[in-house]
């Protein structure tokens, strides 16, 4: 399986426990623009890419690739 952006920033919002309209409020977009980031509808900016990447303290390259060897390792972590 081939994760994109939409993938990273679905994943990383969820790990730091951030709801769409929270992630929306500390980058200063809507909830609606966040879900749309998430469908893969639209993408964020350059620097709102930056942004994110700080927020969740990953690298850009980590939230435009991630990997899915880090999915399956999030998933573990959740069923414990």
Do not use: C
């Not at 790990?15 to 749309?36: C, E, F, H, Q």
């Not at 990447?53 to 959740?78: C, M, Q, R, W």
């Amino acid at each position: 399986m081939v994760l994109t952006l939409k993938d990273g920033i679905r994943r990383n919002r969820k790990r730091m426990n951030l709801t769409m309209a929270g992630l929306g409020r500390i980058v200063g977009a809507d909830k609606s623009t966040v879900s749309r980031w998430e469908k893969g509808e639209i993408k964020p900016t350059v620097d709102g890419l930056i942004e994110l990447a700080e927020i969740f303290g990953v690298t850009e390259t980590e939230l435009l690739h991630p990997t899915a060897e880090n999915e399956e390792n999030e998933d573990s972590k959740n069923v414990q």
